[in-house]
Nanobody
Framework: QVQLVESGGGSVQAGGSLRLSCEVS????????MGWFRQAPGKEREGVAW????????NYADSVKGRFTIAQDNAKNTLYLQMSGLKLEDTAMYYC??????????????WGQGTQVTVSS
């Protein structure tokens, strides 16, 4: 059974940093896209960052480029999202997703339960 468990969310002041973790069990990070998505209240889910372990590729939404970094630890089967320079508009529930065929959320087979990130002024 595949499980994705996010952690690392919390409350932080604008300009601060957080590192999200997504521990994956029952699945090996390899030849499909892994991604971080987020959803703010009243808004649609949006992609934030993606990583393709097999191709060694990463991709970022324009809104987070230069501030967020996605990475993996194969030994721990864990996906990370390092977030710095956080802005008020980064406030959302953040989800980890696995086995994606593209960057589109609809193509992902497995999802975590989410971890809340709240940025305050």
């Amino acid at each position: 059974q595949v499980q994705l468990v996010e952690s690392g969310g919390g409350s932080v002041q604008a300009g601060g940093s957080l590192r999200l973790s997504c521990e994956v069990s029952g699945y090996t990070l390899r030849n499909y896209w892994m991604g971080w998505f987020r959803q703010a209240p009243g808004k649609e889910r949006e992609g934030v960052a993606w990583l393709h372990p097999g191709a060694g590729s990463t991709n970022y939404a324009d809104s987070v480029k230069g501030r967020f970094t996605i990475a993996q630890d194969n030994a721990k089967n864990t996906l990370y999202l390092q977030m710095s320079g956080l802005k008020l508009e980064d406030t959302a529930m953040y989800y980890c997703a696995a086995e994606g065929l593209s960057l589109e959320a609809s193509s992902y087979r497995y999802w975590g339960q989410g971890t809340q990130v709240t940025v305050s002024s």
